[in-house]
């Protein structure tokens, strides 16, 4: 069956019988375009659109689907299975509240960075928080490691260990192999990996490097300035054998965080331990009087610049959450006119 080599269990059979309807019929969803998906189903990849009422806003990649219809009357995605993870982002468009599901059904998430350019560890502890908080387990990936020095590629690796609080760190090229072999313990049958990070750090070069084939587009970075062309346009699932799948991304420009869980916690777990020992409950940890987390920062043991950090993923928080109450408020004012 096809869709074995899409990641198919009995724990997902499982959780679509819930959702399969007679007439209806399983699928994974393993690209979404404009207003049509690809699915997987049993016997091939077909096109389906996917039915406005979806219960969570519509489809993304890694989701089970029911499916109805065929070659004559078409497809459509009629519903979805409960996911058990799934990367959200708030919309990059200022004009919309709403969040955008990037991929869904995730094992692990490989979190790329690029070894040859300047090390800006606010951008991976925000990758970071993203993925805790969809339920899959991140795992940071250097990349590029053919084009820095062994001494600088494990000085790396160390700073990155250190802000990283547990979570994996590996440094591979996908050019000449080397260091790619670690990642085949996240790869096992029946896995779901995603690839994020920003354009050209080299997602769709490790995909193929994994798969042995030059199946996906990778184009060159910039002259200039040695930045990505932003080369992969659409999320996409690549299955690599024995029921596990890749799912390659687009790099992002910007990644808001929707409403953050635990993600933010569990990155900066060691930054809000020192809150239970400032002298005031209600301190800003800014100038007040024995605050703990200025102590820290005096005596070197907490970094100031994960202190700003964290303070700027909060507060992005605190106004998301502010908004949403707003754009709440003003949906209930403009009901209660109404009757
Ligand atoms: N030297 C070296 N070059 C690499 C490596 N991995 C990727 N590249 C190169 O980096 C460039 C960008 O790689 P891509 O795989 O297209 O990057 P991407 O992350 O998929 O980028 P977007 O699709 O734009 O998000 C290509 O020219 C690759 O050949 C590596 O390990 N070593
Ligand atoms: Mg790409
Ligand atoms: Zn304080």
Known sequence: ???????????????????????????????????SCLVVTDRRPVDAAAATALEGGGVA????????????????????AERTSAIVRRDPSPSNNRDQVLAANLDHAFILYRLDRKLRMAVLERYMVLIWDSGAQP?????????????????????????AAGVPVFALSAVTGSGTEELTRF???????????????????LV??????????????????????????????????GGAV????????????????????????????????CKFRDCSHDSEPGCAIQIAIEHGVLDRRRFESYQK????QERLVARKAAIARRAERSQSRRY
Do not use: C
């Open 1 to 35: 069956m096809m869709l074995d080599e899409y990641g198919w269990t009995a724990d997902v059979a499982a959780r679509l019988r819930g959702v399969l309807e007679p007439n209806t019929y399983p699928g994974r969803v393993a690209r979404v375009d404009r207003g």
């Open 313 to 316: 993923l909060q507060r992005e």
């Open 208 to 241: 193929n490097h994994i798969l042995g084939v030059d199946l996906l587009d990778t184009g060159p970075t910039r002259a200039g300035d040695g930045k990505g062309r932003h080369t992969t346009t659409s999320r996409e699932m690549v299955p690599i054998g």
């Open 61 to 80: 990649v890694g989701d089970w689907v029911a499916v109805r219809g065929d070659d004559r009357s078409g497809r459509l995605i009629v519903a979805t």
């Open 139 to 163: 795992v940071v990936v250097l990349s590029k490691a053919d084009l820095v020095d062994a001494s600088a590629r494990e000085a790396t690796v160390r700073d990155v260990e250190r802000a």
């Open 187 to 205: 790869t096992q049958p029946g896995s779901s990996v995603a690839l994020v990070g920003e354009s050209g750090v080299g997602k769709s070069t």
């Open 246 to 277: 890749l799912i390659d991304t687009p790099g992002l420009r910007s990644v808001g965080l929707a409403e953050a869980g635990e993600g933010i916690g569990n990155v900066f777990g060691d930054v809000e331990e020192y809150f239970g020992y």
